[in-house]
C-alpha cells in the first residue's frame, strides 16, 4: 500500500515538473508589466510572432500564434471594475481575468472568486461571460465552493459596461478630433 502511494506521489510530481519545465516555468503574465496600452501590447506581440490574421489562416506559420480580438475597453473597465481584488490570470490574449479568492475581515471562512471571458469585441451586454464563486470554510480543510448568478454578478456586468462604454466614447472622440479635414486636402 505504501509503494503505491509513494509511485503516485512520485508520477504527479514528475509530471507536474515536466508541465513547469515545459512552460519555461512561466506560469502567466504579470499584469503589473504589461503595458496598459493596448497599441504597445499588439505591437510587441506582432513583433514576437504572437498573433495573425484572418488573411493567413490557409498559409503555414513557422511558430505558435495567438490572439484574441478582446475590446480594449471592456478589457480596461473590467481591470478597472476588479481593481481592489488580487489577480490570478489576466491573459489579454486568451480573453480571460481571473481573480484570486477575496474576502473582506467582516466575513471569516466566506471568500469570493470572480472570473471574466470576453467573448466578442464590441461593448454589448452579451460581450462578457461573468462567472462568481463563493467559498464558504468551516475549517481550513472544509471548504464548500459554489457558482452564483445573483445579484452581484449582475452588478460586475452592469459596472464594467457601463465604463466600457465610456471608454468607447472617450476613444471615439480622439479619433474623431486625430482625423484630417477633407477641406486641408490638395
Known sequence: MISKLFKLQFLIFFSISLLVSGCGGKWGADARKVSPDPKERVKKN???GKGF???DMGKKSSGTTYEF???NELWRASLDVIDFMPLTTAN???GIIVTDWYSEDQQE???IKISIRFLTNEVRSDALLVKVFYKKCKSVLDCEITETD????QELTKSILKQAAIYKKQSNKKNIQKRPDPKDRK
Open 92 to 94: 489579454y490574449n486568451g
Open 46 to 48: 506582432l513583433e514576437e
Open 53 to 55: 490574421r484572418i488573411s
Open 150 to 153: 445573483g445579484k452581484i454578478k
Open 69 to 71: 480580438a478582446s475590446s
Open 109 to 111: 471562512g466566506e471568500s
